[in-house]
């Protein structure tokens, strides 16, 4: 066993099922069978005669994945992981049985990847605008990084999509276009910011091949060559590019790589030229250890080849904006054809490999990425580091592998350290910021759904709300049919919110409470002078839209607010009147000189002349009472106590008249009582039969209800009920012992006349 590390003090050694020695020796001893062999036979059993989804043999298809990533050099332990992990979908319980017989972190390796693999799968079934699915295949690109703490996991996952896209391809079987559009979206950008190139160009060949079938034919002809003999040729001129460097006493690795067909065709397309113009369809890349030993390569290389014109750039001397430092010229090589050099020291291809203005950033933009897109973008800032750290020692972790936990903590994690990606039972990723919880899922869902929620269930098991969610988990949202948030989700020290969105939503919650709160109270206070001002059927948005709000609620909320005078609105409510003329005055003695004024008023000092009870306060005998002369309408008969008739009179003393009630008034005199409208307003607390009890009272008294207007209004105590009685009266005294048995009534608060 291979003990590097110790484990740390009060914990269980990990035991190592499948090491790799540190010499580098066979990861088998005598006493171990091969871990490879052993989840073959483990697994066969259960994959042989049974299919995938894509129609794939599924004992076939976890041995070419065990094949890929041997090629790559990675671990036998990772190689039986394959089987182990396509074997869990033929269990009833894949994760206990694989921990008894291989352990837990083989285990938890099943269950991580196939959650990934249902994602996917999720991902290409979902039929959503293309903004939308550009967000979710992105997230679902950070998620293959992200999930889990376990790299292998991403591994794995790039070895299976490219058996599955081989075997297509071998088996001359038409490969879905979804499942194509997420290799070359998702798989080959993953596998470019791992820097597992051999990976990268052929899955973006083989999908290129699916997506654009016709397009791949012409590069192809194009080409007019194979791989191989593309690869052989470039081979060769690496070779005499290297003892050449090495001749002259420049010490250089020398790299070399003929351009893949999609590489070519994407070049075409994002800067518009025809095939001949692309000079990098082979290319050499040059590493030296010195500054002056780049400038002493590129004088080689032109001596040996002839470079082309207007084909050479700086980028040492003149860096991009994003840092990236390199030289690069084209030459003809011995068969006359274009050949790409990049030369650049150790420091330069360090920066351009792993640091922000990493090359592959731009190449991810699409077919338009060479128009200047930058490489600093948040996704590249967030890995920049981590990539550095743990992407470019993946392989070399892997065949130290012992036990996923303990070099997660060396390694730091895949570089999220502020996101989180959890799935929805309908397995979408849901991205978060670090340390969310289920009620910040809830919102970033829908905002009503984080209204409504009560509880959650995260990976099956319910837990408290203010739980931090990690990478992986499935939320299950718990909610009622309506209610709303707690203020308890707004206090920090509790941990129920992380989100800054969703403490944004459940404080909007709260305040359009209190905007409600405020509005009804404004509503109310406009209300009650409507009453007192006898204008109860004036609507109220046109009354909002005469004061200049656009809506009655609008009114009310700066009424809420005591922002708004309530003065405006009785002011606007009373009729504007004029100082009557000289003429005016006659004409009015004149019309009243016939008859007697109704109702037995009469006017001293102004004999005969036209009166009308003023209905703001709608005057009775014996009230005392005052006359003001108006336009065209004589005089306005209004209680002394009258509010109106106390303002009018101290703008305008002149228009005052004394008045009085004439003999007929009571019925003296032989004739009838004369009948007055008077207004009762009786506030109570509202409750079913109130308005019966005090339409009783007034009938058993003998008196005429001609009109009644009631209006409730919902508070703290239950309800507040304004009830507005129109009765016809001869005697205001006699009203007032009818209005004393009124406020004996249940309930009732408070009985006034207006």
């Known amino acids: 066993m291979k003990t590097g590390r110790s484990a740390p003090a009060g914990t269980a050694p990990i035991v190592r099922l499948f090491d790799v020695p540190a010499d580098g020796a066979s990861a088998t001893s005598d006493a171990e069978p091969d871990p490879v062999a052993r989840a073959r036979a483990f697994a066969e059993p259960l994959l042989a005669g049974h299919a995938l989804d894509t129609g794939e043999d599924a004992l076939a298809h976890a041995e070419g994945v065990a094949a890929i990533l041997n090629g790559l050099g990675a671990a036998p332990a990772m190689q039986a992981a394959a089987y182990l992990v396509y074997a869990g979908d033929f269990l009833t319980k894949p994760e206990e049985v694989v921990a008894k017989a291989f352990g837990t972190s083989y285990a938890s390796l099943v269950t991580n990847t196939r959650k990934l693999v249902a994602i996917q799968r999720a991902a290409?079934?979902?039929?959503?605008?293309?903004?939308?699915?550009?967000?979710?295949?992105?997230?679902?690109?950070?998620?293959?990084?992200?999930?889990?703490?376990?790299?292998?996991?991403?591994?794995?996952?790039?070895?299976?999509?490219?058996?599955?896209?081989?075997?297509?391809?071998?088996?001359?079987?038409?490969?879905?276009?979804?499942?194509?559009?997420?290799?070359?979206?998702?798989?080959?950008?993953?596998?470019?910011?791992?820097?597992?190139?051999?990976?990268?160009?052929?899955?973006?060949?083989?999908?290129?091949?699916?997506?654009?079938?016709?397009?791949?034919?012409?590069?192809?002809?194009?080409?007019?060559?194979?791989?191989?003999?593309?690869?052989?040729?470039?081979?060769?001129?690496?070779?005499?590019?290297?003892?050449?460097?090495?001749?002259?006493?420049?010490?250089?690795?020398?790299?070399?790589?003929?351009?893949?067909?999609?590489?070519?065709?994407?070049?075409?397309?994002?800067?518009?030229?025809?095939?001949?113009?692309?000079?990098?369809?082979?290319?050499?890349?040059?590493?030296?250890?010195?500054?002056?030993?780049?400038?002493?390569?590129?004088?080689?290389?032109?001596?040996?080849?002839?470079?082309?014109?207007?084909?050479?750039?700086?980028?040492?001397?003149?860096?991009?904006?994003?840092?990236?430092?390199?030289?690069?010229?084209?030459?003809?090589?011995?068969?006359?054809?274009?050949?790409?050099?990049?030369?650049?020291?150790?420091?330069?291809?360090?920066?351009?490999?792993?640091?922000?203005?990493?090359?592959?950033?731009?190449?991810?933009?699409?077919?338009?990425?060479?128009?200047?897109?930058?490489?600093?973008?948040?996704?590249?800032?967030?890995?920049?580091?981590?990539?550095?750290?743990?992407?470019?020692?993946?392989?070399?972790?892997?065949?130290?592998?012992?036990?996923?936990?303990?070099?997660?903590?060396?390694?730091?994690?895949?570089?999220?350290?502020?996101?989180?990606?959890?799935?929805?039972?309908?397995?979408?990723?849901?991205?978060?910021?670090?340390?969310?919880?289920?009620?910040?899922?809830?919102?970033?869902?829908?905002?009503?759904?984080?209204?409504?929620?009560?509880?959650?269930?995260?990976?099956?098991?319910?837990?408290?709300?203010?739980?931090?969610?990690?990478?992986?988990?499935?939320?299950?949202?718990?909610?009622?049919?309506?209610?709303?948030?707690?203020l308890d989700w707004l206090n920090a020290e509790l941990g129920y919110l992380r989100s800054a969105r969703s403490r944004s939503k459940v404080r909007a919650w709260f305040n359009a409470l209190a905007l409600q709160a405020t509005v009804?109270?404004?509503?109310?206070?406009?209300?009650?002078?409507?009453?007192?001002?006898?204008?109860?059927?004036?609507k109220l948005d046109d009354l909002a839209s005469r004061l200049g709000f656009r809506n009655a609620d609008a009114l009310f909320e700066v009424v809420g607010k005591d922002e708004f005078s309530l003065h405006s609105i009785e002011t606007l409510l009373r009729p504007t009147e004029v100082v009557p003329t000289a003429d005016e005055v006659i004409a009015l003695r004149r019309r009243g000189s016939d008859t007697a004024p109704a109702g037995g008023v009469l006017v001293v000092g102004v004999e005969s002349l036209l009166t009308s009870l003023a209905r703001c306060c709608r005057p009775a005998p014996p009230d005392a009472i005052g006359g003001y002369v108006t336009r065209g309408k004589g005089v306005a008969v209004h209680r002394s106590a009258c509010t109106n008739f106390r303002q009018m009179a101290a703008r305008a003393p002149e228009r005052v008249i004394p008045v009085a009630w004439g003999a007929g008034h009571g019925g003296k005199g032989g004739g009838a009582p004369a009948l007055y409208p008077v207004d009762v307003i009786v506030e109570a607390a509202d409750r079913q039969g109130l308005l019966r009890d005090i339409s009783e009272v007034f009938a058993k008294e003998k008196m005429n209800v001609i009109g009644v207007n009631t209006q409730s209004v919902k508070d703290a105590q239950g309800g507040t009920a304004w009830m507005t009685f129109t009765i016809e009266v001869d005697d205001a005294d006699r009203l007032a012992q009818v209005m004393v048995r009124v406020g004996k009534i249940g309930g009732v608060r408070s009985v006034r006349r207006k």
């Open 124 to 486: 290409r079934e979902a039929h959503v605008l293309n903004e939308l699915q550009a967000q979710q295949t992105e997230r679902v690109r950070k998620m293959l990084l992200a999930f889990s703490r376990d790299l292998r996991v991403v591994l794995l996952r790039l070895a299976s999509r490219l058996q599955t896209l081989r075997y297509y391809a071998l088996a001359r079987r038409p490969c879905p276009t979804p499942l194509a559009r997420e290799s070359m979206q998702v798989f080959a950008p993953l596998a470019n910011r791992l820097g597992i190139w051999q990976i990268k160009w052929e899955l973006e060949d083989l999908s290129f091949r699916v997506l654009h079938p016709g397009d791949y034919r012409t590069v192809a002809r194009l080409l007019d060559e194979t791989r191989i003999a593309r690869e052989q040729d470039i081979e060769a001129t690496r070779r005499k590019l290297a003892d050449a460097l090495a001749a002259q006493g420049v010490r250089a690795e020398v790299h070399g790589r003929p351009k893949h067909l999609y590489s070519i065709w994407k070049k075409m397309q994002g800067k518009d030229m025809p095939f001949a113009r692309v000079l990098d369809v082979r290319a050499l890349r040059v590493i030296v250890d010195a500054l002056p030993d780049c400038y002493a390569a590129l004088s080689r290389v032109h001596e040996l080849y002839r470079p082309v014109p207007d084909e050479f750039d700086d980028y040492i001397a003149r860096p991009k904006a994003n840092g990236y430092q390199s030289l690069h010229t084209v030459v003809l090589g011995d068969d006359r054809r274009a050949l790409e050099v990049q030369i650049r020291t150790r420091a330069m291809h360090e920066h351009a490999e792993h640091g922000v203005a990493a090359h592959w950033a731009y190449k991810e933009a699409g077919v338009r990425g060479y128009a200047g897109v930058s490489a600093s973008g948040g996704f590249e800032a967030q890995v920049a580091e981590a990539r550095k750290a743990v992407l470019r020692q993946l392989l070399e972790w892997e065949r130290d592998f012992a036990g996923h936990g303990a070099n997660e903590a060396e390694a730091g994690g895949p570089g999220f350290d502020d996101r989180i990606y959890v799935f929805t039972p309908q397995a979408a990723v849901v991205e978060l910021p670090a340390g969310a919880t289920a009620i910040d899922f809830a919102y970033n869902l829908h905002t009503d759904l984080g209204h409504r929620c009560r509880g959650a269930r995260v990976d099956g098991a319910m837990l408290p709300l203010n739980t931090p969610l990690t990478n992986g988990q499935t939320v299950e949202i718990v909610a009622a049919k309506e209610g709303g948030p707690s």
């Open 520 to 538: 009804a109270r404004g509503r109310e206070a406009v209300e009650k002078v409507l009453q007192r001002e006898g204008k109860t059927a004036v």
